[in-house]
């Protein structure tokens, strides 16, 4: 009996004991969780400021270290230079404000977005001296300073009606901003993939508009290659860079990667070569986008480095068995079709796999003008003999698909 009543009085203490244990561990948890995050709260707030501030102070000391200065000395030599330069184009240009441009692009609000590019932003603006521009504020780093300043070599000294207008510049502080006329028809490539909704619904280029766009690029190209006294290249020709006006009058923008050589200078560059690797690739541009005018096919997708699959692509649509499967549906059947097969060859001899081979962009020009007047020739003398068609409006009639400048 006296061992059971011992048992019993042992096993209610192990219970009491065991209790306690577990009470005491739950607490224990509870204070160590509890001043974990107490320790937390003061690292983080005092702690954090504290690397900060020692961060900045070693940036501070980083600035004043000899190689820091010397790379800040570095880019400012630079800046001075481009300054030098751009001022040699000071009387060609006129210099516009930051503030100006500021207030017309509301600071530089999204809504007045109409292109992002690599080397900057463009915006919408209405500054007082012109009914609207564009303005793309570049941004600041050597790839744009490159854009800048060949944008300004370029568009300050030559004016043609088949090149976009640059109206003025900015140079202010870092700022590098160039000022266009606006082009209230957008790019061409908007247009031909149907990214270019007009109230609601997309408008298609009919085949006359197309063959005034073709006709004044060619025109703008082959005064480019011919200029009297300097060629120029213009090395990025696609739809994308081509711009249109409210009566749909291609201008060739995006200069940047442009290249000049002056013909007086008979050192520069070896002419053969210049004619081969810079003015037939101009020609080849050319082609392609005569070929999207005429197929509506994006080929914007399909250049890599050494363009073979574009060539590819090229090959496999020109091979097809069935001539009308190429050409774009909104196109075939309206009456125009024996000038749209021959406007494709000439597309053909642009895109030569064989650069010596391609025409030169006055031949080019020359050909479609002539396809040109032989179509509206033979379309006339159908007029006559059947009075019921209605007359072919002629290369220069506004359409009703311009859109007011606004
Ligand atoms: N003068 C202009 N008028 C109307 N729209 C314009 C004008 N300039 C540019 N845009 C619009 O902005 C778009 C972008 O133009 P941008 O010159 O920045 O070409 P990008 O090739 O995108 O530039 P990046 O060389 O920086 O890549 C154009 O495709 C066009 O839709």
Known sequence: NEYISFRENHGSQDKHWTKLGS?????????FAFSSVSILTIFVSYCVPWTR???????????KSPLMASLIARQDNKRKEANMQISKFEKLIRRV????IKKATASFDRDNVIGVGKTGTTYKAAL???CFTAVKRLHNNSHSENRFMSELMML????????VPLLGICTESRERILVYKYMPNGNLYDWLHNLRPVKGETKILDWHIRVKITLGIARGLSWLHSYNAFQIAHLKISSSCILLDKYFEPKLSNFGEAMLISCTDNSSVNSKFWETAFVKEDVRGFGVVLLELIT?????NMTDSSNSILNERIDHLLSSSNSYSVID????GQGFDAEIFQMLKVACNCVDSIPDRRPTMLQVYEDIKAIRERCEQVNDSDMLMQPEVLPVPSENSTVE???AES
């Open 23 to 31: 009470s005491f561990k739950s607490g224990f948890e509870i204070g």
């Open 53 to 63: 501030l020692n961060k900045r102070k070693r940036n501070k000391v980083m600035m």
């Open 97 to 100: 404000s930051f503030e100006a």
């Open 128 to 130: 007082p001296y012109d």
């Open 156 to 163: 300050s000294r030559f004016r043609h009606i088949n090149l």
């Open 296 to 300: 509506g096919v994006d080929f914007s």
């Open 329 to 332: 549906k909104s196109l075939i």
């Open 401 to 403: 698909i311009e859109i």
